[in-house]
């Protein structure tokens, strides 16, 4: 396993892999790696030839300074995590190697990002559509793997791939829970001890909403119960707790059609950390 920090160098390789006929697989992530990340590489590892996994917390698509300044960078740890699950480049890049002038290119994702995460994190969507579009130009993936906890990113990516007529297949994977339920999530290591003991909470709140659908409820009624049932943990401040088409991600009122499925998705703070989860129904 190789660490490459110059985009020239990535370069370089995809381009001798291509000509050598090797299928290649790309995991971006921005690192401080856990489970969740894992198996998207071994996944990426079990179907291609080569893995490339990208490591860059991407200042463009932090909206918030703070959580930009706190993510977690952990390099070391990543790579010894990364040893044996089949990654054959880490990438890992300054800032400078991505943006060597600022992107002045705007993306509008039109009613995908007009709700949850892009309602609430302005621009974000541009900076992941922008540092995505570079990853897939850099390492000239066959595969690209992104996973599910961030549902609504999966969904903008689908539609940067078919927009832009990337020649690559998205695989989106499931999310990976700890025992109790907590979506894993590099942020999750920057909980208190007293908010990890209430973070499982989220989940189960995405359960009890989940259950209200099928017992017949309307997603109004559903997720109300669901935003209701949070109010009594104090330490959680909601941001959204919404039930939404699963493609379209519009907002589903009306009462639930058997065909459609639905994906119910929630942020919240847990005392200066922001937390995002989300189940599937139907
Ligand atoms: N628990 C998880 N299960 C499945 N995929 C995950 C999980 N956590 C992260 N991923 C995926 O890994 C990729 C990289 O994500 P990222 O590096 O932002 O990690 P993260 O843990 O989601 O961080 P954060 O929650 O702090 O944004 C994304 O495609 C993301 O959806
Ligand atoms: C896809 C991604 C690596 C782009 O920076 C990031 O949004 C993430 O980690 O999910
Ligand atoms: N996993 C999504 C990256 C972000 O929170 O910016």
Redesign the pocket.
């Known amino acids: 396993m190789e660490i490459l920090e110059s985009a020239a160098a990535l370069q370089t390789r995809t381009e001798t892999w291509r000509q050598q006929g090797r299928s290649i697989g790309l995991v971006?992530?921005?690192?401080a790696l856990?489970e969740?990340?894992l198996?998207?590489v071994r996944r990426a590892a079990a179907e291609n030839d080569v893995v490339v996994v990208s490591i860059f917390v991407n200042p463009t698509q932090f909206n918030n300074s703070e959580d930009f300044k706190l993510y977690p960078r952990t390099l070391e740890s990543d790579a010894e995590l990364l040893r044996g699950t089949g990654a054959t480049v880490i990438f890992a890049p300054a800032v400078e190697q991505m943006y060597p002038q600022p992107a002045v290119l705007r993306f509008d994702f039109g009613p995908l990002e007009r709700v949850m995460e892009g309602a609430k994190r302005p621009g974000h969507f541009n900076g992941v559509g922008i540092v995505v579009s570079k990853l897939f130009h850099m390492a000239r993936p066959h595969r690209a793997y992104?996973?599910?906890?961030?549902w609504q990113?999966v969904a903008v990516v689908r539609q940067l791939v078919a927009d832009l007529s990337f020649d690559l297949e998205l695989i989106s994977?499931?999310?990976?829970?700890e025992e109790d339920g907590l979506?894993?999530?590099?942020?999750n290591r920057r909980l208190s001890p007293e908010a990890r003991a209430v973070a499982p909470r989220l989940h189960e709140a995405l359960q009890l909403t989940a259950e209200a659908l099928r017992a017949g409820a309307s997603p109004g009624d559903a997720q109300q119960q669901g935003t209701e049932w949070l109010r009594q943990f104090p330490e959680i401040e909601l941001e959204y707790l919404e039930v939404a088409d699963a493609r379209t991600l519009e907002p589903a009122w009306a009462g639930p059609a058997p065909e459609r499925q639905l994906v119910l998705c929630l942020a919240a703070w847990l005392g200066g950390v922001r937390l995002i989860d989300n189940v599937l129904v139907g």
Request: hydrophobic share 25%.
């Open positions: 971006p992530t921005m690192g856990h969740g990340h198996q998207l992104f996973g599910q906890k961030d990113q994977c499931p999310t990976i829970r979506a894993m999530s590099s942020r």
